[in-house]
């Protein structure tokens, strides 16, 4: 029995795509993944006409209906369905795959870091660890205060002397001193010579002399270059900033759709669809993270939304949101799946694939765009030195106003306590 496919007559054949470049181009019909199937139709005498019902990649619905490339494919309106189509698993129960060829990825182009705010400039010097280990060192400093004043007072003979200094006797003094000397201030008066204090309390002196050293010259650094939060790099990273990333689209999120971890369950959760004009407006807010797939041969995607001014305030995550390698679809039992496959082979192990897709990042896509998209792997920092600013001493003015309203706090109820007390229970002068 004849083979009908190898000679099939200038049969017309329809694809459904639409303009994805460099993938796809639908009017002049062109593009890497067209290629491919235009090399079908040379080599099996048939001729390609491009169908697109506005549906993008579409949809099989519960009841039958269908629409987009998937629809169209699953009910014969196309013969072929070529738009950077990845190896989703909702499209397999109705459509077949083409063999693969190279492999895609997507990631997100997300906002810049932004320069670190100036009311966390004091504590960015030591890390979280640092700061607890820093409070603990002042609490243990006062208990010790306490401690080795209460046994000098009680069994040493500088009972009299130490009593007369009125100094560490309390516990809320110990914790106040403590609180000074972590900021290298001295005592009011000498302390009493050869006492156990004395060189407990020089001990300490050079423990946060040295602590202080060292926080005095990284606040310097922080203080003369510029500061950025981390960048999101990794899928963990997104899912714990609860970003929300826009598409026109929810087969952006097939290959993510049905994974148990954590972040991607969130990840999933916070993509959102808008249409075109919509996402032209969302894009430059630099508040959400838009769509961008590598391509196998190092070019980009490019999208009407993502500008050039888009791109310039962007950071593009260094991992991908998802990959898979690109496939044509075609009906279920299509006669033509087998010749595609070997259209492809052949395409692949001549390199013209790679080839191609230069050729039509040449043509369609923006060079300029595609070294910028290049340039936003990596975080740009601008970390020259620059003149200290007001913004540089606001966390300073923001503890100081703090100590200042704690201060007048605690004066007006001393005030009001003294007063309450009575002129007859008020201390007398000796």
């Given at each position: 029995?004849?083979?009908m496919?190898k000679?099939?007559?200038?049969?017309t054949?329809?694809?459904?795509?639409?303009?994805?470049?460099?993938?796809?181009?639908f009017?002049p019909?062109d593009g890497?993944e067209?290629?491919?199937?235009q090399?079908?139709?040379?080599?099996?005498?048939?001729?390609?006409?491009?169908?697109?019902?506005?549906?993008?990649?579409?949809?099989i619905f519960e009841?039958g209906?269908?629409?987009?490339?998937?629809?169209m494919?699953y009910d014969?309106?196309?013969?072929?369905?070529?738009?950077?189509?990845y190896?989703?698993?909702p499209y397999?129960?109705f459509?077949?795959?083409?063999t693969?060829?190279?492999y895609?990825?997507?990631?997100l182009?997300?906002p810049k870091?932004?320069?670190?705010s100036?009311?966390?400039?004091?504590?960015m010097?030591?890390?979280?660890?640092?700061?607890i280990?820093?409070?603990?060192s002042?609490i243990?400093?006062?208990v010790?205060?306490?401690?080795?004043?209460y046994?000098?007072v009680?069994?040493?003979?500088?009972?009299?002397?130490?009593?007369?200094r009125r100094?560490?006797?309390?516990?809320?003094d110990?914790?106040?001193r403590?609180?000074?000397?972590a900021?290298l201030q001295?005592?009011?008066?000498?302390?009493?010579?050869?006492?156990?204090?004395r060189?407990l309390f020089t001990?300490f002196?050079?423990?946060?002399?040295i602590?202080?050293s060292?926080?005095?010259?990284?606040?310097a650094s922080y203080?003369?270059?510029?500061?950025?939060?981390k960048p999101i790099?990794?899928?963990?990273?997104?899912?714990d900033?609860?970003?929300?990333w826009?598409g026109?689209h929810e087969s952006?999120?097939?290959?993510l759709?049905g994974?148990?971890?954590p972040e991607?369950?969130?990840i999933?959760?916070n993509?959102?669809?808008f249409?075109h004009?919509?996402?032209?407006?969302?894009?430059p807010?630099?508040?959400?993270g838009?769509?961008?797939e590598r391509?196998?041969?190092?070019?980009?995607?490019e999208q009407e939304?993502?500008?050039?001014?888009?791109v310039a305030q962007?950071?593009?995550m260094?991992?991908?949101l998802?990959?898979?390698?690109?496939?044509?679809?075609v009906r279920?039992g299509?006669?033509?799946?087998k010749?595609?496959?070997k259209?492809?082979?052949?395409?692949?192990?001549?390199?013209f694939?790679l080839y191609?897709?230069?050729?039509?990042?040449r043509?369609?896509?923006h060079?300029?765009r595609q070294l910028?998209?290049?340039e936003?792997?990596?975080p740009?920092?601008?970390?020259?030195?620059?003149?200290?600013?007001?913004?540089h001493i606001q966390g300073?003015?923001?503890?100081?106003?703090?100590g200042i309203?704690?201060?007048?706090?605690?004066?007006?109820?001393?005030?009001?306590h003294f007063?309450a007390?009575?002129?007859?229970?008020?201390?007398k002068?000796?």
């Open positions: 029995m004849p083979d496919v000679n099939l007559q200038n049969k054949l329809k694809i459904m795509t639409f303009d994805y470049d460099p993938y796809t181009h009017e019909l890497t067209i290629k491919l199937i090399e079908f139709c040379k080599k099996h005498n048939c001729s390609l006409v491009a169908v697109d019902d506005g549906h993008f990649w579409g949809d009841n209906t269908s629409d987009g490339l998937a629809g494919v014969g309106r196309a013969d072929f369905g070529a738009a950077a189509v190896l989703w698993l397999f129960y459509v077949d795959y083409s693969s060829y190279l895609s990825a997507s990631t182009l997300v870091p932004h320069p670190v100036g009311w966390k400039t004091p504590f010097p030591f890390d979280v660890f640092t700061w280990g820093y409070g603990l002042v243990m400093a006062a010790f205060m306490y401690v080795i004043t046994f000098t009680k069994y040493t003979r500088f009972t009299e002397a130490v009593r007369k100094m560490f006797l309390d516990k809320l110990c914790l106040f403590a609180l000074g000397l900021v001295q005592p009011s008066t000498p302390l009493v010579p050869n006492t156990p204090i060189h001990s002196e050079f423990l946060f002399l602590t202080s060292i926080y005095a010259a990284e606040l203080l003369t270059v510029p500061r950025y939060e790099d990794t899928l963990i990273e997104l899912a900033s609860g970003m929300i826009i026109e952006w999120t097939y290959s759709r994974m148990t971890d991607i369950v969130t999933v959760n993509y959102r669809i249409s004009e919509k996402l032209r407006q969302l894009a807010t630099g508040e959400y838009l769509i961008v391509l196998p041969g190092g070019q980009y995607t939304h993502v500008t050039d001014e888009v962007s950071h593009m260094a991992e991908n998802f990959g898979s390698p690109p496939v044509i679809a279920k299509s006669p033509y799946r010749y595609l496959n259209v492809i082979s052949n395409v692949l192990c001549g390199g694939y191609w897709e230069r050729e039509m990042s043509k369609y896509l060079s300029r910028a998209l290049r936003a792997e990596h740009h920092y601008k970390d020259i030195p620059k003149r200290l600013t007001i913004s300073g003015l923001y503890l100081y106003s703090l309203t704690i201060s007048l706090f605690v004066f007006i109820l001393e005030l009001f007063k007390k009575g002129p007859k229970n008020r201390p002068d000796k």
